[in-house]
């Protein structure tokens, strides 16, 4: 009697473990660090935005509108990851982006420092990066 043996030995199947043990222990590192990236990406925007509404505001008025709700800007309540605050006068406002509270961003919390961007009433804009530095290149 013929016995045809068909299928993969122990030590093929153990080779292939192997194979895709290494390739996730390099995969999954990289690929949170992206998901973190694009979650970051939102920042620049929303803080861009909120810069263009104040330079609007000081050509127009000629100092800082320290109260967010005199700006013509729609402000993002509804961000799932991120808050945003205001604080101020009328010749200088900080306008900050941190972690919501219960909620991570790679290895960002709430109590982590947040991305800053200041205006002066002669128009000046100043970026903090916080502890978004890695992900804030061209900010």
Known sequence: MVRS??????????????????LAVLAIPKLTDVITKAKIGEVPIVLGSWEHAQMAYIAEKGGCAS?????????????????????GDSSAVTYTATVKSGRKVGNFTSSSDGATSTITDASVV??????FTKYLANF
């Open 5 to 22: 043996n068909k299928g993969f030995t122990l030590i093929e199947l153990m080779v292939v473990i192997v194979i895709m043990g290494v």
């Open 67 to 87: 109260n967010i709700d005199d700006l013509a800007y729609d402000k993002p309540d509804s961000s799932k990851w991120f808050s945003y605050a205001q604080t």
């Open 126 to 131: 100043t970026h903090g990066k916080g502890a």
